[in-house]
């Protein structure tokens, strides 16, 4: 048998582990300083916890869920998404009786069976953020100016971000009496899909892909244009407090985001080299999803960021802001006795925080050499009989080719001030 990854899923190998790692880094960096308490759910959680808030019409639900029951019959669902177990512990932790808001991130795996793309695979890993617990607009562009600044960290320079305002329960009701109209009129011309979502959740039509939808759905009604007041001033004051932090933003009025729980403002940033599906980031406000699930009133708002899509357009721009850790220091041993000692000097090294490493396949001094060459080590330590008998370390330096002689008991000294003085 021949053993393979499942399809859409992948080994991760160097470089790309790097630029993930950098992704993960900067962004636990960058949500610490915005003030952000790590959260950590199950990979797995009841399937009615993504059900409920998600929507049995968006296509994550209806195709995309990893579901299986357990031994007792309970049915369980891998995380599509972070929102909602957020959400769900923030109910069962009663979070909502400390002091708000609530600041949380999350970093971790999520899963979905969908066709792999460029950057999304059926595993994949983001990092996200929420805000729960106020209904202010200045939190909204908070969320937004958060991921522009990581991205401008991360020297993805070519973000283009998306808004649009969904409204509320109240003003939606209008919109979606007319939009029904209309599909229900363009219905025999739409796709399937878009003909059961039409039955579930009219504004789900605006995820399809195909192009004929997408062309009769550029003439149906806009959400915009029924927005009641609240929602009209509240989304005002969020593209104010974007243009007061000079972030530029493109008007979409189609885009709703894949899940129902969203309410006035949802965004989307896309970068270059990621062809059609084009988007490394989305969020928007969520201010009944508490309440929906048995929670008090409680708004929010929050944005999942795709680390593997970061990390791939990072890659493809030609953005290395990262230098590389290769080993500092690589020892040979000449012999039995000298690779003994050089066991317990490779130990000291590496507690010492030097990268370090040694051979354990008994080459030759050629061939060793070849070996610290190749991890790219920038000092070679040579243990030998002379060295050994005279308590010494001969030392080379690989970019220049000096060699020298350092008392075994000062080299790890010796060496960090030389690591000091090349960085």
Not at 176 to 203: A, G, H, M, T, V
Request: glycine share 8%.
């Amino acid at each position: 048998m021949k053993f393979q990854t499942p399809r859409g899923t992948r080994d991760i190998l160097s470089p790309e582990v790097e630029f993930r790692n950098y992704v993960f880094e900067k962004s636990r960096e960058l949500f610490e300083i915005y003030g952000f308490k790590e959260i950590v759910t199950p990979t797995f959680e009841r399937t009615e916890v993504f059900t409920k808030g998600i929507g049995e019409a968006s296509d994550i639900v209806s195709k995309e869920m990893y579901t299986f029951k357990d031994r007792k019959g309970r049915s369980l669902t891998l995380k599509p998404e972070g929102t909602a177990p957020v959400v769900r512990s923030f109910i069962q932790n009663k979070m909502y009786g400390k002091s708000l808001p609530i600041k949380l991130y999350y970093c971790g795996q999520m899963f979905r069976y969908e066709k792999p793309q460029a950057g999304r695979g059926r595993e994949f890993s983001q990092v996200g953020i929420e805000i729960i617990g106020t209904s202010d607009p200045l939190a909204d562009v908070e969320t937004i100016a958060l991921v522009m600044n990581l991205y401008k960290q991360l020297g993805i320079d070519k973000t283009k971000l998306i808004v649009n305002s969904m409204g509320c329960r109240n003003c939606r009701k209008k919109y979606l009496q007319d939009l029904n109209k209309y599909l229900e009129i363009k219905s025999k011309n739409l796709c399937e899909n878009c003909n059961f979502r039409i039955e579930k959740n009219p504004l789900r039509v605006f995820d399809c892909k195909v192009d004929q939808c997408k062309k009769i759905l550029s003439k149906s009604p806009i959400l915009r244009d029924y927005l009641c007041n609240e929602c009209e001033d509240h989304f005002k004051n969020v593209l104010k407090g974007l243009e007061s932090l000079k972030i530029k933003w493109q008007l979409d009025n189609r885009l709703v985001r894949g899940f129902d729980y969203y309410t006035k403002t949802v965004f989307e940033v896309t970068a270059p080299k990621l062809g059609a599906q084009d988007a490394i980031c989305g969020g928007g406000r969520y201010d009944y999803l508490i309440e929906d699930y048995g929670g008090p009133l409680t708004p929010a708002v929050g944005v999942a960021i795709g680390v593997d899509r970061t990390a791939l357009v990072m890659m493809r721009m030609g953005i290395k802001p990262f230098s590389e850790k290769n080993i500092q220091v690589f020892l040979i041993a000449l012999n039995d006795t000298a690779k003994k000692k050089a066991i317990v000097l490779l130990d000291d090294l590496r507690k010492n925080k030097i990268p370090s490493d040694m051979d354990y396949g008994n080459r030759g001094i050629k061939g060793q050499f070849k070996m610290a060459d190749r991890l790219k080590a920038k000092y070679v330590l040579i243990l030998g009989e002379d060295e050994l008998r005279n308590n010494k370390v001969s030392l080379k330096e690989m970019d220049t080719g000096k060699q020298s002689i350092v008392n075994y008991d000062d080299v790890i000294n010796y060496l960090k001030e030389k690591i000091k003085e090349s960085n």
